[in-house]
């Protein structure tokens, strides 16, 4: 039989597990809401209860479990430091109490990183050695694969690209620095350019699409989707400023390939053209060769970046 593992992709609002093998096959899916409650052991016994319900599925004792989760995580501790969506995620460790009930080792990995080892195992990244992975939706995140493993830092939290900083002058992040891919290209930055327009009557037809409620990334790409130019300058701009950012990492780095996934990509050429001309602009000597890639695991890309962590682990 092939090996298996229990992954579990933590969401915003539903906790997402599964039964993963070897070539990427998932099987018994399951899902919960995600827990509301602040209180840990709560938490801890509704996701316990969450994959022993999924490991129960498999023919033979799966060889591992993982949780991806956003947030600040400390794997070699098995902690969430910060997981914004989840307010018992404090300073908790996960993976002692999972693992005792369950029976198997149990690790946690910041869901970017997982999605970096899952694109090199069985997504766009297969047959690179060396991989960098760009998350682009709400925040901004990424990870990387060096020689077919997953690099943590120091003190684990490495791939944390939206923290690039692109403008010193730039608007302030959530982090406390100011001009940080994330505060410049991320949904939720989308979402401000959406509402300096809004503020200076830039844009009728965005003002047409939303009215008097708050703005959204969404609304922006719709709006210069139909024809509006202030609106599709921004999206362009964002892209460039991304491109940058990724060129400069490129120098640094030296990939194989970059990969890209996230909810902005439903942006296209639009943002995508000019992040690549950016991107390939800066990139030095060899690095210009850089492979750009999207991401090939679609909806299924926490599931089995957890999963391609667990077999990791289960090989050390």
Known sequence: MARTVVAADLGGTHVRAALVEENGRI?????????ATAESHVILGEIAALL?????SAADAPVGACLASP???????????????????????LTVPL?????????????????????????????CRHLLHATIGTGIGGGLVID??????????????GHTIIDPGGPRCACGSRGCLEAMVSGVAFAARARRLLAKSASPVLKEIVGYREPTSADLFLAAK?????????????????GLGLGSLV??????????????????????APMRE??????????????????????????????AVAFERATE
């Open 27 to 35: 099987t018994g899916r399951r899902d919960i809401r995600t827990p």
């Open 52 to 56: 022993k319900a999924v490991a129960s």
């Open 71 to 93: 947030g600040l995580i400390s794997a070699d501790e098995g902690k969430v430091i910060i997981a914004p969506n989840i307010a018992g995620f404090r300073n908790l460790v």
């Open 99 to 127: 693992a005792s009930q369950l029976g198997i080792p149990v690790a946690i990995e910041n869901d970017a990183s997982a999605a970096a080892l899952g694109e090199w195992r069985f997504g766009a990244g297969q047959g």
């Open 148 to 161: 077919g493993r997953l690099y943590r830092g120091a003190k684990g939290f490495a791939g944390e690209i």
């Open 226 to 242: 139909a024809g509006d130019r202030a609106c599709e300058a921004e999206i362009r701009h964002g892209g460039h400023l991304l």
């Open 251 to 272: 120098n640094v780095l030296n990939p194989d390939a970059v990969t890209l996934s996230g909810g902005m990509l439903v942006m296209g050429e639009m943002f995508l």
């Open 278 to 307: 950016a991107m390939f602009s800066i990139a030095y000597g060899p690095a210009s060769g850089t492979s750009l890639r999207l991401s090939a695991l679609g909806d299924d890309a926490g599931l089995l970046g957890a999963a």
